[in-house]
Structure formats: C-alpha cells, structure tokens
C-alpha cells in the first residue's frame, strides 16, 4: 500500500451542507439508507466525485431521484455529478455480525454500536470519510431495542424506532449509533449560562450500581471546562455508553461518547483505585474533546495532536486540579518516559505530527498524546498561563466550527503575544528525545550553566536542528535554603550559557523543575547531591527526580557492576519513609523503584546493552535491601497509613492505600507474605484485593489466592482481565511464557476481545524480563498470537506489537530471535495493511 504525505493535502471536491442516514438493524443485513446534500467546493480544483466505502454492498444510488451506476472499487466509488448543488441518495447493506474488526457497525456483547475514528465510517456508508468535511446529521434508527441511540438530540421516537438531530457540522469520524438493552443512570446538568442538560451513563441492565463515578466525574469536567477555558455543553443531552469490546479507551462521538467498559463502570469491589483515577480522566479527556476536536477539529489526520495533544493537556490540568498537581505531573512524567520516550528512541519514532503514514490508526501514539501534551504544556511556560487563557480564547473564537492545522494554531499564540514561533515549530516537525548536557562554573559569586543540547537521529530525519527549550531553573544554597526561585531559562542554541551573579557560595541547582521540557538531562553529579536535593528541594518533581536518578544509578551499579546500594540512597529513602509531612502519595512514588523498563533504557541510553534478567534480579537485591533497610519502619508505615471508615476513591485516601501497598510490598520480603495473605483474606475494596495479591505473586507466592480469586470473580469480566493480566506481568522471568501459554488455554481466554487479549499478550508484553526470555519463547508465543489476531481485528493486533520496538537495544541472540518472530508475521500470507506497515517500520 502507498503512503500518504501531508504535502499532499488538497481540499475536497465536494462540500456536505446535510446528511439524513435510516438504520434498518440487522444484525446480518443492516440497511443504512443516505441522503446527502452535496454542493462543489469552490476552494477545490479538482471536479472527481469520489466517496469512500468499504466492505459496503451497493443496492441503488439516485443523484437528484435519477438512478445512477456509479463505478465501484474496493476503496469507494466514483460517478459523474451534476456542477451545481445536488442530492445523493444511496442504499447499501452491512453486516455488523461479522464485523470483528471492530471499526464501523458491530455488534459487542448483543449491542450494536459504531467506531468511525479514524475511518471506520466508510464502512457504514459511502461518504467524504474526511475530517475537512462537516455537516449536520439526521438519524432514523428502527430496531426493537429498548435503547436506540445517536448523536445530537432527540427528535422523535415510537415503537421500534427514534430520530436524532445534531446540529453542529462534525465530520464523520465522530458519528455514533448504538443500539440495545441498556438501561440509563442520569442526572441533571445546567450550564453557566442556565441551558439544562440531561446526563445519562448507559449500561447493561445490572451494571447501574457501578455507573456513579463516570457520572459525577462528567459533571466535574463540565464545571471544569467552564470556569478554566469558558467552554459550554451545546447540546440538550450528554449520553456516555459503556461497551465490552473496545479497540481503545473511549470515543468523544459527539453527544454520545462510546467508552470501553473499563472506563467507566467502577465500584469499590470490583475497581482499584487507579481504575477510578483512569475513569475521571479519560471521562474528562472525551468531554474535553467537545471543544477540543469536535467543534474545532482538525484539517486532516496528519493534524491529529491538534485534538490529541491538546486534550490529553486539559486533562492533565483537570486532574492536577482534582487531586495533586505534583503526585500528577510525576505519574505524567513516568508515563511520558515509558512509552513517548521508548517510542522515540526506536524504529517507530515520528514528529507529533507526522509527515507520512500508511494506516493512520498506527499513529495514534504516545508521541502524537503525550509527547503533544508536553509541547503545549512548553508554549503555555513560554507565554505564561495569561498568554495561553488569551491565545486559546481566540482560537475558540477564530476556529469554531473549523477543520483547523498546526499553523492555525499556533498563529493564535503568535497574534496574541507577538511571538515568533517559528522556531518553537520544529517540536512539531522533528522526531526524537533531545539530550540537554548540562556543566556548570562558580568563581567570584557568579554561577553560569553550560547548555548543550543534540537529538539523536531517527527513522528518515539524520540531523536535526536546535529547539526551543524551556529550562526551569532553581538554585539552593549549601544550607539547602533556596536562593534562586524557579527562573525560565529560554535556550534556543545548540550552546548557550545563563549566568547567576551574587551567590555567597557555589549553589546546588535544580535543573528542569516540573520537567519543564521533554528532554533526558545529562549532568554528571554525585549521589550525595541528589539526597541533597531530595532533601531540600522546594520543586516537588524536582524533589521526586532527585530520588529516581539516585535510584536508576544505584540499580546501573548493581546491573553492571554487581555492586551493593551505598547508604546515600537507602538513608534518602529512609528520610522520605520517615518524613510524615510529605504526601503519603508522593512517598509512595519516592519509594517505588524505576520499572525495569526503565533501566534498560537508561543502560542503552549510556551505551550499555542491557541484559533484561540481570536487572530483574538487581532490582529484586535492592528491593530486598531497601526491606531490611528499613526493616523497622514498614510495619509501622503499614498501620498508620490504613483508612479508617468505608472506602471512598479521593485522592488522600488513595494515596494513603498507595503508602500503605508499598510498605507491605516490602514488609512481604521479610515476613515471606505473611501479611499480603492477611490483607488478602480480610480486604474490603479491589484495590487492596489486588494489592495483596500482586505483592505475592512478586515473592513468587499467592497460587492459593489466585485459585481463591477465580473462584470469586469468574463471572465478572472486567475483574477476570485483571485476574489474567496479573499472571502474566508478574510471572517470575523463567516462567512468564510457560504462565502465558498455559492461560491462552484457558476456557476464558476470549481472545477475541481486545481487553481479555491485551491481558495475557500485553500482560506478558510488559513483563519486561519475561518478555525478553532468553529462548524466544516470549517473542515465539507474542508473535503466534498476533499473527492469529492480525485477521480478526489488525488494529488491536498492529498496536501491539509494538512489544518489539526495543529491538535494536538488545544483544545479538535476542535481537535474532525477535527478528525472527517479526520476520514471522511479515511474511504471513494477508497480512493487513497496519500490521504490514508496523512490522516493516520496525525491522526498518
Ligand atoms: N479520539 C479517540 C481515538 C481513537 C479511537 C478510540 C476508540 C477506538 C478506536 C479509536 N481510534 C482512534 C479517542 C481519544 O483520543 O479520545
Ligand atoms: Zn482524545
């Protein structure tokens, strides 16, 4: 298959000013019958009437109740048209039965229900399948389910069928419909401006009592997104629905948000409290979307962090307000660096907006999402939070109803801050993580910091030039008092230096404060200094970053050099333990050590090829020596930290579980799990359940437990996915694939559902020392499994397999092996066009 460039953009031929679409459900042969208003573009050159439509059985077309036989391909059909305004009608028949690919109609469960992002609509008729094509929507569904549903408002409805008019012109990616038993959790809702709003959760008759907190965390969102950005709901009803089958998380289709039931049915039995925290913010990020995607939307699919970025932004900032805006920028930042930063080191590496793609679905990424975010996150520092609140009030106003760019974007900072933004741009255009090499002089009361930076060629793009980086700075003196209070430093040289006059003594600097740019910081520096700054520093992720690179150079040490902790870090982490005027929260990040994964990017980052089962079991030596380090505080810090009263998800409480947790992982290394297995028989909430249970399973105990367990919940599929996903994470390295293989037979392996799926294959994926077993039996058992899945639902399929970005840092034996296993899927006869473009970008 060819790619597609951003260089090629041309608008469309032909404008929509209405669409009317009739279901006739079936669950074999659904009509979907069109009429669509069509008018030429008058900004377009070309005249060629081309609509998109796959896998759609043509039964008539009429242009202007005139039969026509247009010319039909596997892509879509052309035919000659009128060069005036004319009306299309067409007829074709579909059949969700069989769509188990899960893009456009299917049915999940006995529901019917869509997902047209990012081109699934074409699927369910022929159509302009481009985001720059916008028009109202009327929707006639006629079924004998008792919830028919669609976007926009209801119009009308009767026995068997019901009518939905949305009046905001969208594209067709964010048209929805769902159809079944569903029963409605509902609340009122009234704009800042008094517009009433009606709020429904729908969900399978019996899942009403886990509906709650995706309802109240959308009105939270929706007060939120008023008084931060002064954005509205436009609409009479806000609907969310919740289904089992799910490529992604969830879908912001306007009015009528489709969600993985995952995100969104909680309750304190069955959800732990990072699913609750998952739940508000992807509640929030789709509502966001209502704004930010959907009323501006985005010129083409090259401009997708134009949505992306700047949602995942908002909901960062949402959550940060909700909860802990340091305990959130660290858990952003940890997850920034495992999948933007791995993702950009590697053979899939691309500019948040990339110039090429063969299947957008594959760029739907860690660097579009999170690498997005933290480029506005720059500009927002850059201008400051008035500049910003200024810029985006203009693009709201400017670009409504818009299918908007990059350029348009930014322009709006430009005209309201008289910033040139030229050079900021390259974040945009440049793939790969920047490496900031700092050094520093002190003589005569001045302190000046040395700034390097260079970002490391990626796939097509050799060298590249300097960025804009924003670099917060701090400066402590000896005491550890602060001298300099955070300073924006603005580098945009490949060297610059930035002094500091009038210091008594030399100062200890605290580089990057709130990760001010995604960048890896390179400064040679002792462990005294980071417990100095772990200590003292006033920037709470700085504080937090001074433990982990302690940590991450403590776990090298011991991974190369098979050497012993020093005390530096194990009496910092003891201070952090100890010190009860800290966010319980935040200790428990200070006291959780980096993943594997973690490390192994750090060794190769450093030029050292790391061996996958050398850090596992370096990390098991420190975790086991930071238990007896602390041997007399765990017991403690496990009492204290225990909520008292009935379980509530807020974010002390959970933080105080999430001290609590860590305390007993260790305390398990001491007392071979002694009180895991109490809290296991006596929790009262999943998430100590689930606590208990994996700490075991890491001590390589818990078989009871995990019998225990399925004898509980095999009735519940979403509690059944953890049950899956904890086995094959947490398998001890040796086993991982014998565990992984064994659970793929097991009777409730449906492997045709994406979450049962992503539970033991990706489970097993993110076991980094399983995964990357010596004997390629992880890589063997992946690769099968993918090449199965790859003719049922290639976007789950292709996604995942980004499981072997991390080829190329590997030795020579595990680099053959996985090579192989990719050889293996390429070579697979009808390989998809996702999985055929993710293979050969990784091979390279
Ligand atoms: N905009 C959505 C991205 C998306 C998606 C969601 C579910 C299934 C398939 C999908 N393809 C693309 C989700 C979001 O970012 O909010
Ligand atoms: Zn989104």
Not at 8 to 14: G, I, N, T, V
Not at 90 to 113: F, H, K, R
Not at 519 to 525: A, G, H, N, P
Not at 812 to 836: C, H, N, T, Y
Request: charge should be negative; proline fraction near 7%.
């Amino acid at each position: 298959p060819q790619p597609v460039h951003l260089q090629e953009y041309a608008p469309p031929a032909y404008l929509v000013d209405d669409v009317h679409l009739t279901f006739r459900l079936d669950p074999k042969a659904t009509r979907v019958s069109a009429r669509i208003a069509f008018r030429p573009n008058p900004a377009a050159q070309d005249r060629t009437f081309f609509l998109h439509g796959e896998e759609l059985t043509l039964v008539s077309a009429r242009i202007d109740g005139q039969d026509v036989t247009p010319k039909i391909t596997p892509q879509g059909l052309t035919c000659a048209v009128p060069d005036a305004p004319f009306t299309w009608e067409a007829e074709v028949d579909i059949s969700p039965e069989a769509n188990t690919a899960l893009e456009g109609l299917y049915i999940s469960n006995g529901m019917y229900c869509t997902q047209c992002e990012a081109e699934g609509f074409r699927k369910i008729s022929y159509y302009p399948d481009r985001p720059d094509v916008m028009a109202p929507f009327t929707v006639r569904i006629e079924g004998d389910a008792p919830a028919l549903l669609s976007n926009g408002n209801p119009a009308d409805s009767g026995a068997g069928w019901a009518e939905w008019h949305d009046p905001w012109p969208k594209p067709a990616y964010l048209f929805a419909l769902v159809a079944g038993d569903l029963r409605a959790v509902s609340e009122g809702f009234t704009t800042a401006s008094g517009r009433p709003v009606e709020l429904n959760v729908w969900v399978r008759p019996g899942d009403e009592g886990r509906a709650g907190y995706a309802l109240d965390a959308l009105k939270r969102s929706m007060r939120w997104d008023e008084s931060a950005y002064g954005r509205e709901y436009d609409l009479d009803v806000f609907n969310i629905v919740a289904v089992d089958d799910f490529n992604m998380g969830a879908m912001e289709n306007k009015g009528l948000n489709i969600f993985n039931s995952k995100y969104v049915l909680a309750s304190p039995e069955t959800a732990t409290d990072r699913d609750f925290d998952l739940i508000e913010g992807i509640v929030a990020h789709e509502y966001f979307h209502n704004w930010t995607g959907n009323r501006i939307t985005c010129r083409d699919w090259f401009q997708l962090c134009l949505k992306e970025g700047l949602t995942v932004f908002r909901d960062q900032q949402f959550s940060g307000d909700m909860r802990s805006h340091a305990v959130k920028r660290i858990e952003d930042v940890l997850q920034l660096r495992a999948r933007q930063f791995r993702e950009d080191n590697g053979p899939l590496a691309h500019p948040v907006r990339p110039e090429s793609y063969v299947e957008i679905n594959n760029f739907y990424t860690a660097t579009v999402y999170e690498k997005g975010a933290e480029v506005i996150g720059m500009l927002r520092r850059l201008v400051g939070p008035e500049g910003y609140r200024k810029a985006l009030d203009l693009y709201f106003d400017r670009h409504d109803g818009d299918a908007a760019t990059i350029e348009d974007w930014l322009k709006v900072f430009e005209d309201v801050t008289g910033r040139d933004l030229t050079q900021f741009r390259r974040w945009y255009s440049q793939a790969g993580t920047p490496r900031l090499k700092v050094a520093e002089d002190y003589a005569d009361g001045r302190y000046t910091l040395h700034l390097e930076q260079h970002t490391p060629p990626t796939p097509g793009q050799p060298e590249k030039a300097p960025q804009v980086i924003p670099v917060a700075v701090g400066l402590l003196n000896p005491n550890g008092d602060e001298v300099v209070p955070t300073t924006l430093l603005e580098m945009t040289e490949a060297k610059q230096s930035f002094s500091f006059e009038g210091l008594a003594a030399k100062p200890v600097p605290s580089l990057l404060r709130g990760f001010s740019a995604p960048v890896i910081l390179e400064r040679e520096t002792s462990a005294e200094e980071r417990a100095f700054l772990l200590a003292h520093d006033t920037d709470a992720f700085n504080k937090w970053e001074a433990g982990r690179q302690l940590a991450r150079e403590v776990l090298a040490k011991m991974t190369t050099e098979d050497a012993a902790p020093g005390p530096a870090y194990l009496d910092a982490l003891a201070a952090v333990a100890r010190d009860d005027t800290l966010d319980p929260a935040f200790r428990a990040l200070a006291l959780r050590l980096p993943s594997e994964d973690d490390l192994a990017q750090a060794l190769a980052n450093s030029g050292i090829t790391p061996d996958p089962w050398e850090i596992h079991a370096a990390r098991e030596k420190l975790k086991a020596a930071v238990a007896r380090h602390l041997a007399e505080q765990w017991p403690a810090l496990y009492r204290e930290m225990a909520c008292p009263g009935p379980y509530t998800p807020s974010a002390s409480d959970a933080g105080r579980r999430a001290l609590r947790l860590t305390a007993l992982g260790y305390l398990s290394r001491l007392d071979t799990g002694d009180e895991a297995r109490r809290l296991y028989a006596e929790a009262g909430n999943m998430t100590e359940t689930i606590g208990a249970l994996s700490t075991l399973l890491e001590i390589g105990r818990g078989e009871e437990e995990i019998e225990a367990f399925y004898a509980r919940w095999s009735a519940d599929r979403l509690v059944m996915d953890k049950w899956f996903a904890l086995q094959t994470s947490l398998a001890p390295p040796q086993r991982a694939a014998a565990t992984a293989r064994a659970l793929t037979e097991h009777p409730d392996f449906d492997w045709k559902t994406p979450n049962r799926f992503r539970a033991v294959i990706g489970g097993l994926s993110a076991n980094a020392a399983g995964f990357h077993d010596p004997s390629g039996a992880s890589y063997e058992l992946v690769a099968d499994w993918l090449i199965r899945l790859d003719d049922v639902n290639p976007q789950t399929a292709a996604r995942m397999s980004t499981a072997f970005e991390t080829l190329g840092r590997y030795d020579a034996s595990r680099q053959a092996r996985m090579r192989a296993a990719l050889e293996r899927i390429a070579a697979k006869p009808g390989l998809s066009r996702d999985m055929g473009e993710m293979v050969g970008r990784i091979l390279g």
